[in-house]
């Protein structure tokens, strides 16, 4: 059991904007996540067209409370990351750069216009694998900007997550009304790595 | 027989044994006070050994005739050596002993009596006081139900806050220490006086020695944290800078010391909090003379003997004299009471009966940095006491506290050694309240919250952004 007061305020840097479209953003993740059996998964591509920090902020309590445990996290982007990496130990944000490989939890968030280079992807796919081995979870955050070709773009990461891990389109997600009547899913298989 | 050591060496050479030779020189070089004479005849030995052939008895005799006092020719067998090499040990440390009374005797008149202790606790350091000549009896011996015995032990062991903690590191037993180590700030003082809280309220004898702070201002935090620990209101919950600021209310004034007197009702005199104005404890025999009067008092009050002692914190004890000797550094010095306490956990004032202790120490700058880095987080290893290295060796369980900068009211609980049980993958994340002197979840209802109540939508998410 945490504490509520806690863990509240350990997440409480997330909320930004106004608070009741916080909440309901916030409240549609949850639901997502209870709607599917997540406890086992160690990273999550998610693909999203709206704010990211509710989404961050639903996963961040989730995984505390099925942990039972205050997770550290640390958020960070995809294009900050590549620039971090090229740096030399001098120079380079050491305390974040720690973090981004030894957090509890690590959100990274994407959009098209981190996709400069492919060694991003690969970079990406190798810190994930690295946090996996050591049990941290992983959320990658791709921002919708075109709604067309964003699945197009990203293949490679899209496609390591399916096989080893788990994608969610939140743009396909059904309001969390219509959904609570959903059974939870059962252990995913390899088709149904796609949410 | 007073045997000499001529007489040993020469019946050494006899044995004609090179290796027997060099072991028991070794152990007579070590042991025994030897005179130049002596030390040039085992020179001598020990070079014709490395040439491959201990000398002959005849050649010693002869090369050193003048020092031959063995007229008789007598010779010691094999077997009898030892007991002649502890015949002399015995001999040379009753003249030491005499020596010193003597001198003693003369210059007392001339010393303090912090001096004399000084000096009586160095002569009780003698090999013919300190030995043991009764032969123990084997541990090793028939018992009707040796696992019962067995559990009984850990079933008697002491709480140490938590049944988490517990869950890895077990009960603290008799015979045990427990050190509590952390950094400046880590809540040392808080984790240590709650153990003895809920020991003493579960009916064992404690003594609580504050170095580190006035008995006032730990009756103060021993208060709040009773509060804090039955309390189910948060309103009824009293802040440490209320009493300290003189803010509390009359209502306030008087539920502090409705829970004072409940607190004195409930742990009945067995929670002796003692500072350094009320004991002497420059020596280990001040400190004898301390733990008999605590455990007298126990045997007064509450009709049974002292179970644990909490030392807070041993560095306090580094302006001491401890056992007496010349130490070359602070370190030898607290080793020394390290190695004091152990020994009184075993064998509590030679009474043969075993006790607690649980040791608050501090940690070194080091470990701290590196258990603050994100990768190592609150996870300080073995080597992370600062005040002495004895305490590694010394200690059952070594309990680590750091403070999470990162998350409010929480604190990280490591146990890098864990002889009863096992070391935690990851360090035990604790809530803490500085405020109310109180480690642990509060038991308030309604601020608790499990996976479970957050599916089910018991408690929403919308409360949780709000509580936030």
Known sequence: MLNKFILAGKFKPLITGPRDKFVKKADQVRSVIFNNNL????????????????????????????KDRVLDYAITTGQHFINQHFLTEATRDLDLYGKIYSSDLLFISLSQFDYTSDYLESLLIDLVDTRSTNNKITIIHYDILDTKNYMHTTKKLSDYFLSNHIVIDLTKQSKPSQQTSNTKAQTKKASERFI | ??????????????????????????????????????????????????????????????????????????????????????????????????????????IANNLTPEEL????????????????????????????????????????????????????????????IISILGFAGSFKSTFAL????????????VLYIALESTAEALINKLVLCHIASTSNNRKDLINNSWVRDRKLTPEQQEFYNNK???????????????????????????????????????????????????????????FTAAGGKRYNSVTDLLNDWVSYFRKQSLNFLDSGRQITIFLVSQINRESYLEASKPKKKGRYDITCASDANEIE????????????????????????KARSGDVPDNPLQFEVYGEYSYIGSLNISGEGITADDFSKDIISLESLINAG
């Open chain 2, 393 to 416: 060796r010394a200690s059952e369980t070594m309990i680590t506290l750091y403070k999470d900068l990162d998350t409010a009211n929480t604190l990280l609980i490591n146990i890098p």
């Open chain 2, 117 to 176: 202790k000084i000096k009586i606790n160095s002569i009780l350091e003698n090999k013919i006081l300190t030995s043991h000549t009764a032969i123990p009896k084997n541990n090793l011996k028939a018992m009707p139900d040796p696992y019962n015995q067995l559990q009984q032990r850990s079933v008697e062991g002491l709480s140490i806050i938590s049944r988490r903690i517990e869950a890895h590191a077990g009960k603290a037993a008799a015979g045990t």
């Open chain 1, 39 to 66: 406890s086992d998964v160690k990273a999550i591509l998610l693909y999203g067209s709206d704010t990211r920090e509710p989404v961050y902020y639903a996963f961040g309590i989730y995984y505390s409370l099925l």
């Open chain 2, 260 to 318: 004072y007197h409940e607190l004195l009702n409930k742990i009945s005199n067995r929670l002796i909090i003692w500072d350094e104005k009320d004991i002497v404890y420059n020596t280990f025999l001040d400190m004898n003379d301390t733990l008999k009067k605590a455990n007298d008092l126990f045997k007064e009050t509450t009709g049974s003997e002292l179970d644990a002692i909490v030392l807070d914190q041993l560095a306090l004890l580094k």
């Open chain 2, 194 to 205: 709650q153990t003895a809280y809920e020991n003493a309220m579960a009916g064992k004898n």
């Open chain 2, 1 to 106: 027989m007073e045997y000499t050591v001529f007489t040993v060496l020469t019946s050494l050479l006899a044995t004609e044994d090179n290796k027997f030779i060099s072991a028991k020189i070794e152990e007579l070089e070590n042991q025994i006070n030897l005179n130049e004479v002596e030390r040039q005849i085992i020179t001598d030995i020990k070079y014709n050994l490395q040439l491959g052939q201990a000398p002959s008895v005849a050649y010693i005799k002869q090369k050193y005739s003048y020092a031959d006092t063995n007229v008789l020719g007598v010779v010691i067998t094999r077997d009898a050596i030892d007991s002649a090499i502890r015949s002399i040990i015995i001999s040379q440390s009753q003249a030491q002993l005499k020596k010193d009374l003597v001198t003693l005797g003369s």
